[in-house]
Every structure is written in structure tokens, then in C-alpha cells.
């Protein structure tokens, strides 16, 4: 059924771009990154697809991963350039034999982030306790279940500490927290569940530390938000994480699916003199303003793209 379905969003996909006659279509995401690429060929329409992170298919050996490798090698075909998030996204596309040549592949700096949006501001709440937020869909492979493992073990040394969710369960997904472990986390009183916000900065504002236990990401938005707004972060050392966590420097960097690990992170940031987590916040910011701004994103993308109008 869901393969009819497919079928049927790249026909459209078709229809729609031989009606409007783009230039260049830039794909984002799995789906459109497999199917776009032939309905833009089919109107002889040049076309890029940009690989947001591989996701929860890519964390295991299943066969689901080995059948979007080979849509994807199929697909590759159709696409001019085919843009990373990371380096490792791009290494492991090379590695599989995705890309018709390694160069082919292109890596940018994420999508971008608005630092005069993103910008430091002050902190609302007040009280004893140092809060640690954690922002993303609320997915296993997000790490949840191992920051309210973490959490459960700081407040048993630091019981004023406070551990926040913001996301929403994303059902769908085969990798979603089940609504019923959510309600026993707050039952529990292991976290504060705020739910989906539109808007996160005043959360992060209010926030000691942002914490991402990810296994996988393509470049991390809620730590270069956090980072932006001059917060120390702590996240683990896998691709999407590590290539914007400096260790010791903006936050810190944990073995993934280890709480324990993380909740020594937790308690190091708790110790830490607020001198020294401000440091850290500081120099998050100037790496993001350096390396990650909207501004040189999208200088990244106007490149590519100038160069294909000369290679075509």
C-alpha cells in the first residue's frame, strides 16, 4: 500500500514540475530525495537532493536500511549534487556506493541557524535548582528514555535539580516514546513534560543546560539554537553531535545510550562554577556565528548552484 502511495507522489511530483518549468529543484527529506529526482528528470529539470540525516532507519543492520541504500542508488542517478548535513552522512554515502562519483556529494553547514533570532537572553525563572531541557520529537532514538534514566540519578544527589521535556510524541513513528512510559516519567516526577512550543526560546532562556542523548543526527537544531543563545550543552558523540560539540570548550560530549555517563555530564555542569558555564555559552555562540549562520548556509547553497549553471 504505502509503496502505491509512493507511486503516486512521484507521478505528481511529475505533473507538477513539468506545469511550473523550475530551473533547479533542491529535495529535502528521504521521500522526495528518492522519487524527485526522477520526476524532475522526466521534464529534463536539473535537480539537487539534500540529505537531512538518515535517521532511524539507519541506526541498525535491518532490511529497511538496506532497501533505501538501494532506492537511493537508483536515485542518485537523477540528481545533479547530492548535499550533506555532516561529514559522516556524506563518508557512509560514499562508503555504500550511493553516489554515482564521490564527487557528486557536497557537505553544508546544517540549514542554518538565525543568530539575531537565537540571540542571548535573560532568564525568567528563579529558584535553587539548575535546569537541564531537553528539545526534539520525543523519539527513543532521541535519547529520552536515557536523559530520564540520568535524570532519575542526579535528583537522587541534587534533588532541587529539574529535567524538562519540550517536543511532541511523534506516533507515527516506529521509534516514538509510548504515551503510557511519558505519563509514568511525570507520575514519577523524573521530568517536567511542557509538550510541543512554537517558539523555544524563552525555554532555553530559562535553561541551565540543553541536553540531546541522540544516536544519530544530520547537523543537531535544538543544540546550535541552544548554542546561539550562548547556553553549554551536552550531547553524544555521534555524527551531527560531535561535529558542533567541542568537549570541555561550548558542552560536552557523552558515549551514547551510557545514562551514567550522562548523568556524571549533568552533575559536572551542576559543580561547575556559573563562570565557567558561561564561558562555555559564550564560546558556543561565536562557533555558531562562525560556522552554522543563515547567512553562510546559504552562501554554501548559492555557490553550489552557481557552479551547476556552469557545469550543465
Same mark, same amino acid.
Given at each position: 500500500?504505502?509503496?502505491?502511495?509512493?507511486?503516486?507522489?512521484?507521478?505528481?511530483?511529475?505533473?507538477?514540475?513539468?506545469?511550473?518549468?523550475?530551473?533547479?529543484? *533542491?529535495?529535502?527529506?528521504?521521500?522526495?530525495?528518492?522519487?524527485?529526482?526522477?520526476?524532475?528528470?522526466?521534464?529534463?529539470?536539473?535537480?539537487?537532493?539534500?540529505?537531512?540525516?538518515?535517521?532511524?532507519?539507519?541506526?541498525?543492520?535491518?532490511?529497511?536500511?538496506?532497501?533505501?541504500?538501494?532506492?537511493?542508488?537508483?536515485?542518485?542517478?537523477?540528481?545533479?549534487?547530492?548535499?550533506?548535513?555532516?561529514?559522516?552522512?556524506?563518508?557512509?554515502?560514499?562508503?555504500?556506493?550511493?553516489?554515482?562519483?564521490?564527487?557528486?556529494?557536497?557537505?553544508?553547514?546544517?540549514?542554518?541557524?538565525?543568530?539575531?533570532?537565537?540571540?542571548?537572553?535573560?532568564?525568567?525563572?528563579?529558584?535553587?535548582?539548575? *535546569?537541564?531541557?531537553?528539545?526534539?520529537?520525543?523519539?527513543?532514538?532521541?535519547?529520552?528514555?536515557?536523559?530520564?534514566?540520568?535524570?532519575?540519578?542526579?535528583?537522587?544527589?541534587?534533588?532541587?535539580?529539574?529535567?524538562?521535556?519540550?517536543?511532541?510524541?511523534?506516533?507515527?513513528?516506529?521509534?516514538?516514546?509510548?504515551?503510557?512510559?511519558?505519563?509514568?516519567? *511525570?507520575?514519577?516526577?523524573?521530568?517536567?513534560?511542557?509538550?510541543?512550543?512554537?517558539?523555544?526560546?524563552?525555554?532555553?532562556?530559562?535553561?541551565?543546560? *540543553?541536553?540531546?542523548?541522540?544516536?544519530?543526527?544530520?547537523?543537531?537544531?535544538?543544540?546550535?539554537?541552544?548554542?546561539?543563545?550562548?547556553?553549554?550543552?551536552?550531547?553524544?558523540?555521534?555524527?551531527?553531535?560531535?561535529?558542533?560539540?567541542?568537549?570541555?570548550?561550548?558542552?560536552?560530549?557523552?558515549?551514547?545510550?551510557?545514562?551514567?555517563?550522562?548523568?556524571?555530564?549533568?552533575?559536572?555542569?551542576?559543580?561547575?562554577?556559573?563562570?565557567?558555564?558561561?564561558?562555555?555559552?559564550?564560546?558556543?555562540?561565536?562557533?555558531?556565528?562562525?560556522?552554522?549562520?543563515?547567512?553562510?548556509?546559504?552562501?554554501?547553497?548559492?555557490?553550489?548552484?552557481?557552479?551547476?549553471?556552469?557545469?550543465?
Amino acid at each position: 500500500r504505502n509503496l502505491w502511495h509512493d507511486y503516486k507522489m512521484a507521478q505528481e511530483l511529475r505533473k507538477i514540475y513539468q506545469q511550473i518549468k523550475p530551473d533547479l529543484i *533542491i529535495h529535502f527529506t528521504h521521500k522526495p530525495n528518492l522519487y524527485g529526482g526522477w520526476a524532475a528528470n522526466q521534464g529534463n529539470i536539473p535537480s539537487l537532493a539534500v540529505v537531512t540525516g538518515l535517521g532511524y532507519p539507519f541506526l541498525n543492520q535491518s532490511w529497511l536500511r538496506r532497501l533505501i541504500i538501494r532506492f537511493y542508488r537508483i536515485a542518485a542517478r537523477y540528481h545533479r549534487l547530492i548535499l550533506f548535513e555532516n561529514t559522516q552522512d556524506c563518508e557512509l554515502f560514499i562508503q555504500e556506493k550511493i553516489l554515482v562519483q564521490p564527487d557528486q556529494g557536497h557537505v553544508v553547514a546544517g540549514c542554518g541557524i538565525d543568530t539575531e533570532f537565537f540571540t542571548p537572553m535573560g532568564k525568567h525563572l528563579t529558584g535553587e535548582g539548575i *535546569i537541564f531541557t531537553f528539545i526534539g520529537r520525543l523519539l527513543y532514538d532521541k535519547g529520552t528514555r536515557e536523559f530520564v534514566e540520568a535524570a532519575r540519578q542526579v535528583k537522587q544527589a541534587y534533588p532541587s535539580t529539574r529535567f524538562q521535556l519540550i517536543g511532541e510524541l511523534d506516533q507515527g513513528n516506529p521509534a516514538a516514546v509510548h504515551k503510557t512510559e511519558l505519563v509514568d516519567w *511525570i507520575r514519577q516526577n523524573a521530568i517536567e513534560y511542557l509538550g510541543f512550543k512554537n517558539d523555544v526560546r524563552p525555554y532555553i532562556a530559562d535553561s541551565d543546560c *540543553i541536553v540531546l542523548p541522540s544516536y544519530r543526527e544530520a547537523i543537531a537544531r535544538s543544540l546550535t539554537e541552544a548554542m546561539s543563545m550562548e547556553k553549554p550543552v551536552i550531547a553524544t558523540d555521534v555524527p551531527g553531535c560531535n561535529e558542533i560539540v567541542d568537549h570541555d570548550i561550548n558542552g560536552l560530549l557523552v558515549p551514547v545510550k551510557d545514562p551514567q555517563s550522562l548523568a556524571n555530564a549533568m552533575i559536572k555542569i551542576i559543580q561547575m562554577p556559573e563562570n565557567l558555564r558561561a564561558r562555555m555559552g559564550k564560546a558556543g555562540r561565536e562557533k555558531i556565528i562562525k560556522n552554522y549562520s543563515n547567512a553562510l548556509v546559504s552562501g554554501q547553497y548559492l555557490d553550489l548552484i552557481h557552479q551547476l549553471r556552469f557545469t550543465q
